[in-house]
């Protein structure tokens, strides 16, 4: 049982409570058919509370969905009805709805995503095919990991189970060599257990991903687990992980994707972006996200869009790159308030740690490398972070971040100045053009940091006023 409340931009809205209960309803499903006394006891508890909770808070819409283990037990119906009484109408997602629902909520985070989407639950997993930015092809299966049992009797069902699926529903075919997208609890434990075990300098789990052939060695890992990554995951994650881990092997082995992309937006994410207009759902994330987090703490209002039409003339940058300039720009005004000699942490932090969606690892270093290098440090604090991108992305970040710079001692942080100005490139000359009024803008510090850039770029810096 889980309460999300989000607030913010609605393309992203940002999650400002996240609860937790782990009912455990699928748990007797295999044997008995029904949920539990004991776990619609603990879940109905947790309902109680979030009902309170809602209250207090003055959330304007909420919206309660229960998933397998209400639609498939024979005592669901009267489960449901209790849920009702505590004051939540309770939508009962059919298996399609709720597949349907989780490629939805990965696509709203991972625009380009074009894979299989894997949502392993308690009572069932359900797949669907994403690409184009819609959901394709939906199955739902009763292979849920508090259904099925570790043995041999329980990978024998799994795999049966998926070879019939896949082949009737024509998703086996079209799998291979295309990511799938790990959605659910049980798998972002399993991501969190390898990140720890290959000493994953980046603590964010969106978007981590793995080899296919890391499913067949993280059933390894599970099954002999130190005292360390036993204390970094919840008793009860742990509990099913050998489950989880076995599903997701079974799975690689009979899809065969490229890779394995752990995605943290499933089904609830799934619900608000189903409801959002065309316009809205075509709006970058990343993008959203970035203007609504510097827009808080700007100084003169917003810049960034003005600051990377400004520096975007000396960059010749794939779409891909450019996006991750823009979101830099965006935040570049977002440490203002900070201690000078902390800015660059501040900034970092915000890059690296922030909640992202629709940027891989290397996207948010490189986002963290252009604020580093636009509050004067060339370098991240971690050698191991910096290997996340290549060479020349670092390179280019940082090219970004003392244009940011420059354009950041220039205007004061007011974009006016920088719509009066422009920056352009020429074969052995960086050139700052300003009109003759607004001579005096360019002192001594704006020189050096023209300078600096120029020099990265390999050319040398010229004004020009007109």
């Given amino acids: 049982m889980r309460l999300v409340v989000y607030s913010g931009a609605p393309r992203i809205p940002f999650p400002i409570f996240n609860e937790k209960v782990l ?3 699928g748990a007797d499903l295999a044997k008995t058919g029904k949920l539990s006394a004991e776990s619609q006891e603990r879940a109905l508890a947790a309902l109680s509370r979030y009902r309170l909770l809602i209250d207090h808070m003055d959330v304007k819409k909420v919206r309660a969905v229960a998933t397998a283990a209400a639609r498939d037990a024979s ?10 009484r505590i004051g939540f109408k309770c939508e009962v997602l059919s298996a399609e709805e709720e597949a349907t629902l989780a490629g939805e909520g990965v696509m709203s985070s991972i625009p380009a ?3 299989i989407v894997g949502d392993l639950g308690g009572g069932s997993l359900e797949l669907a ?3 184009d930015g819609a959901v394709r092809n939906v199955i739902s299966l009763p292979l849920g990991v508090l259904r099925i049992g570790n043995g041999t009797r329980g990978e024998k069902l799994v795999r049966d189970t998926l070879r019939e699926a896949l082949k009737h529903s024509g998703l086996g075919k079209k799998a291979a060599g295309r990511p799938f997208y790990m959605v659910g609890g049980s798998w972002r434990a399993l991501a969190k257990i390898d990140m720890i075990c290959t000493d994953y300098p980046l603590p964010v789990r969106h978007q981590y991903a793995m080899p296919a052939s890391r499913a067949k060695a993280l059933r390894q890992i599970v099954a002999s687990l130190d005292a360390k990554v ?10 099913t992980s050998p489950v989880a881990a076995m599903i997701l092997a079974e ?3 009979q899809l065969r994707p490229s890779e394995l992309i752990l995605s943290s937006f499933g089904i609830r994410e799934g619900l608000l972006y189903s409801k959002l207009t065309s ?15 510097g827009g808080a703490e700007r100084r003169f209002g917003e810049h960034g869009d003005i600051l990377d039409a400004w520096i975007g003339a000396l960059f010749d940058d794939l779409p891909a790159e450019a996006r991750i300039r823009h979101a830099s720009c965006l935040l570049a005004d977002v440490a203002w308030q900070a201690n000078p000699d902390f800015r660059a942490d501040r900034a970092v932090e915000m890059a690296l740690h922030g909640n992202w969606v629709g940027v891989d690892a290397a996207g948010r270093v490189m986002m963290a490398q252009a604020l580093s290098s636009s509050f004067g440090r060339d370098n991240l604090p971690d050698p191991l972070v910096e290997e996340l991108c ?7 970040a940082r090219e970004w971040g003392l244009a940011i710079r420059l354009g950041q001692r220039l205007c004061g942080g007011v974009g006016s100045i920088l719509k009066q100005t422009r920056l352009s490139l020429k074969a052995n000359a960086v050139r700052l053009h300003v009109a003759a009024s607004d001579a005096a803008l360019v002192n001594d510090g704006v020189h050096r940091r023209l300078l600096r850039l120029a020099t990265a770029l390999d050319r040398q810096p010229e004004v020009i006023e007109q």
């Avoid at 036993?230 to 509990?239: F, N, Q």
């Avoid at 290549?390 to 280019?396: F, H, K, N, V």
């Fill in 251 to 253: 799975l690689a082995d």
């Fill in 230 to 239: 036993r204390k970094a995951i919840a008793p009860a994650r742990l509990a």
């Fill in 75 to 84: 005592n669901g119906a009267k489960f449901v009805q209790a849920i009702k």
């Fill in 23 to 25: 009912a455990g309803l």
């Fill in 113 to 115: 995503a074009d894979g």
């Fill in 129 to 131: 095919d994403v690409r």
């Fill in 279 to 293: 316009s809205v759902r075509s709006q970058d994330p990343l993008i959203e996200a970035a203007r609504e987090a």
């Fill in 390 to 396: 290549t060479g020349a992305q670092l390179g280019r």
